[in-house]
């Protein structure tokens, strides 16, 4: 019975890192948002000096941005602010990114 319980333990903690591991190194950090996390499999499509528009196939204008996308911006400090439509406010200290949701567009611009 023990050995049973130790390999369930030992293959949810598996699961669990690599949960983890999949979800922090999916996203990098960009230096023109305030070190912003940005999906990792996003494509640059456009920009300007207080904008990123990017085509990822994990946005939604219905949905939003996925829950991992969520927590991970949690996990680096930023916090939800106000939101409106497809727009949501994340805010950590004085700055503040804007992030609007569209179907497969996903667009970052600098507030503050």
């Known amino acids: ?34 070190n912003f996390p940005v999906p990792k499999h996003a494509e640059l499509i456009e920009e300007n000096t207080n904008c990123k528009t990017y085509e990822w196939s994990h946005a939604s204008e219905e949905h939003g941005i996925p829950v991992a996308y969520e927590l ?24 503040q990114i804007d992030v609007i949701s569209n179907t497969d567009l996903l667009t970052l611009r600098k507030i503050k």
């Not at 049973?4 to 960009?30: D, E, M, P, Q, R």
């Not at 949690?74 to 939101?83: M, Q, T, Y």
Request: glycine share 12%.
């Open 72 to 95: 991970v911006l949690k996990v680096n400090g930023w916090e939800k602010g106000e939101s409106e439509g497809s727009s949501v406010y994340y805010i950590k200290g004085n700055h």
């Open 1 to 34: 019975m023990m050995k049973i319980f130790g390999w369930v333990i030992a293959v949810l903690v598996f699961i669990g890192v690599g949960l983890y591991s999949t979800t922090v190194f999916a996203y990098h950090s960009s230096k023109e948002l305030f």
